[in-house]
Every structure is written in C-alpha cells, then in structure tokens.
Nanobody
C-alpha cells in the first residue's frame, strides 16, 4: 500500500515561490502517474497539475500554467510542484495523488492514492 506524504507548504507573500514535495513509502512511484490537486476553503477540490509515469506527458490547469512546474524523480520516489509568482487565489490545501498506470490523469476520480495535504497560504 503506497502512502504519500506532502511537505513544503507554508505562508508566502504574493509574488513569492514555494516548492512542494510528495514522497512515497510502501512502494515505488516508478510506474505511477502523479497529480497535484488543491482545495480552497468553501470550494471543491480542483486539478492543478499532472505528470505521466515517465514524465513524457504533463498537463496544467489554466489557472497555474506558466507559473507552476510539476516534476518527478523516480530515483528519490518523489514528485515536486514548483510554484512561482504565487497569488492570493492560490491559497489552498494542496494534495498529492498517484495512480499505478502509464497514462496521465486530470480527474480526481481517476486516482487511487492521496496524501493528507499541505497548506499553502499566499498573503497579498
């Protein structure tokens, strides 16, 4: 059973940067497609970024495109989300997710494993 643990969240001023990490235990992420979702207070969970198991396919939500970068280090069993030019509307709990499959997935319903989330707060 794969367990995902996110880290790297925190409080940052608008325009700043954070890098989120998601490390897996209980299994290797080598053959897993990965994703990042986020949920702001009072809102539904939304897709932010996704990457295929080998990194060949990547997708971003329009709201983060050009500012966020997802990457995967299979040797470290870790996936990252580099977030630049942060805005107050990026404030949310960010969740890492994984699916043992070779594709790329944009829907939360497609994923099998979820982390507990890490809080990102962007002040104006």
């Amino acid at each position: 059973q794969v367990q995902l643990v996110e880290s790297g969240g925190g409080l940052v001023q608008a325009g700043g940067s954070l890098r989120l990490s998601c490390t897996a235990s209980g299994g290797t992420l080598r053959r897993f497609a990965m994703g990042w979702f986020r949920q702001a207070p009072g809102k539904e969970r939304e897709f932010a970024a996704a990457i295929s198991w080998n990194g060949d396919s990547i997708s971003y939500a329009d709201s983060v495109k050009g500012r966020f970068t997802i990457s995967k280090d299979n040797a470290k069993n870790t996936v990252y989300l580099q977030m630049n030019s942060l805005k107050p509307e990026d404030t949310a709990v960010y969740f890492c997710t994984a699916k043992n499959s070779g594709g790329i997935y944009l829907s939360a319903y497609d994923y099998d494993y979820w982390g507990q989330g890490t809080q990102v707060t962007v002040s104006s």
